[in-house]
């Protein structure tokens, strides 16, 4: 069981390069999220899943996008990559029993930085 | 709109001295709140939470919250700190009104133990 995994742990790019990081989980979750961590201001929540088929904006989705056509993946895909999206990205994911009340379960992240 | 404030980016604590890490929220409906912990270069681990029930909460590695609903708060505590408890410490809040996982995250703070 490895929880949720996370690739790469690095990447740097060039502006206006595009890449997709990935997520996986092996817990049957069906909720999965995509935070951004920069120094300062916690984590913001970029993209969330309650389901395969499923995916919502969070609070800064502008320049990403995400699908979800398994239950385990979660892809984080930027277009066109720009210095601000220079920053740390976790994926998480939770059982989501409808309640609110599940804990959420994090990737070790990707250090991404855009030059 | 939830959110949650954690007024000190630092705290410094000698070792064997109890720890104070504090949180307040804001929620419209029924806080469900959440403590992670961050070591250096690894993703978020959670410590405990509050959905219901009594008021305070006893965690992982010896670290308990207390809920206190006329204060808005939910302090990490932990009565003798080690110097392995130095790490960066994430308080979060879910409105339990909604049936959804949007979880929100405080700004941080570091946590130091002097030896």
């Known amino acids: 069981n490895a929880g949720v995994t996370q690739t790469p742990k690095f990447q740097v790019l060039k502006t206006g390069q595009s890449m997709t990081l990935q997520c996986a989980q092996d817990m049957n979750h069906e909720y999965m999220s995509w935070y951004r961590q920069d120094p300062g201001m916690g984590l913001r929540l970029i993209h969330y899943s309650v389901g395969a088929g499923i995916t919502d904006q969070g609070e800064v989705p502008n320049g990403y996008n995400v699908s979800r056509s398994t239950t385990e993946d979660f892809p984080l895909r930027l277009l066109s990559a720009a210095p601000s999206q220079t920053s740390v990205y976790f994926c998480?994911?939770?059982?989501?029993?409808?309640?609110?009340?599940?804990?959420?379960?994090f990737g070790p992240g990707t250090r991404l930085t855009v030059l | 709109a939830q959110s949650v404030a954690q007024p000190e980016d630092q705290v410094n604590v000698a070792e064997g001295n109890p720890l104070t890490v504090k949180c307040t929220y804001s929620?419209?409906?029924?806080?469900?709140l959440f403590w992670y912990v961050q070591y250096p270069n690894r993703g978020l681990q959670f410590l405990l939470k509050?959905?219901?029930?009594?008021?305070l909460v006893k965690g992982s590695y010896g670290f308990e919250a207390e809920f206190n609903k006329s204060q808005t708060s939910f302090h990490l505590k932990k009565p003798s700190a080690l110097v392995s408890d130095s790490a960066l410490y994430f308080c979060a809040v879910r409105d339990g009104n909604f049936g959804n996982e949007k979880l929100t995250f405080g700004t941080g703070t570091r946590l130091t133990i002097i030896p």
């Open positions: 998480a994911s939770s059982m989501s029993n409808g309640q609110s009340t599940d804990t959420q379960y």
């Open positions: 929620v419209s409906g029924n806080p469900y």
């Open positions: 509050y959905i219901t029930g009594d008021n």
